[in-house]
């Protein structure tokens, strides 16, 4: 299984970037997928997920109204646009895929262990 994230990088407060993370070795339309980040010193957490159809969605309170996930199965890509970034924006990305949609809310209670697979992180920074 391959999560490639990419579109990271640097960029000033109130800008945007979109992640884009190109998924293989797994039937990606059965796959939920989602977004963690980890910001320096700090535990990783939950940014978003998105159902298998791209029919639900739900967020972190923090990106609400900012963020939006998004995918394309016919691309086996999944996506994160980031809106109004903020400094505390910054950490790196990581792609996430799982076969069940639930496990994105029982994260909190289980740690990363709770998700199927994990791809390697992308960093964002958003400067002041």
């Known amino acids: 299984v391959q999560l490639q994230a990419s579109g990271g990088g640097l960029v000033q407060a109130g800008g945007s970037l979109r992640l884009s993370c190109a998924a293989s070795g797994i039937g990606f339309s059965y796959h939920a997928m989602g977004w963690f980040r980890q910001a320096p010193g700090k535990e990783r957490e939950f940014v978003a997920a998105?159902?298998?159809?791209?029919?639900?969605?739900y967020y972190t309170d923090s990106v609400k109204g900012r963020f939006t996930i998004s995918r394309d199965n016919a691309k086996n890509t999944v996506y994160l646009q980031m809106n109004s970034l903020k400094p505390e924006d910054t950490a790196v990305y990581y792609c996430?895929?799982?076969?069940?949609?639930?496990?994105?809310?029982?994260?909190?209670?289980?740690?990363?262990?709770?998700?199927?697979?994990w791809g390697e992180g992308t960093l964002v920074t958003v400067s002041s």
């Open positions: 996430t895929a799982d076969r069940r949609y639930s496990d994105y809310g029982d994260h909190k209670y289980y740690g990363d262990s709770a998700i199927d697979y």
């Open positions: 998105i159902s298998r159809g791209g029919d639900s969605t």
